[in-house]
């Protein structure tokens, strides 16, 4: 019980942020925020757009799969 007591006070405060974060703080003092917002905006879109391309690519596979084993099934069956 001790240890997990130990543990959990351990980690508790290892996940603790500090009062402020001085690269953030500088970043926002020089303007420089909007570069860091922007790149990360522009790494989701860029991620949004290849999940939808990708998605749609399955599906031409997935129609494309599903209409060949139309064509292989007999006519009597």
Do not use: C, H
């Not at 879109?45 to 139309?70: F, M, P, S």
């Amino acid at each position: 019980m001790n240890v997990l007591l130990s543990l959990s006070l351990a980690l508790t405060s290892w996940f603790q942020q500090p009062e402020s974060v001085e690269m953030a703080d500088q970043l926002r003092a020089d303007g420089k925020i909007w570069v860091v917002v922007l790149v990360i905006a522009v790494v989701f879109a860029g991620l949004i757009t290849y999940l939808i391309r990708l998605d749609r690519q399955l599906g031409r596979v997935e129609k494309e799969v599903q209409r060949k084993r139309l064509d292989k099934k007999p006519l009597d069956a």
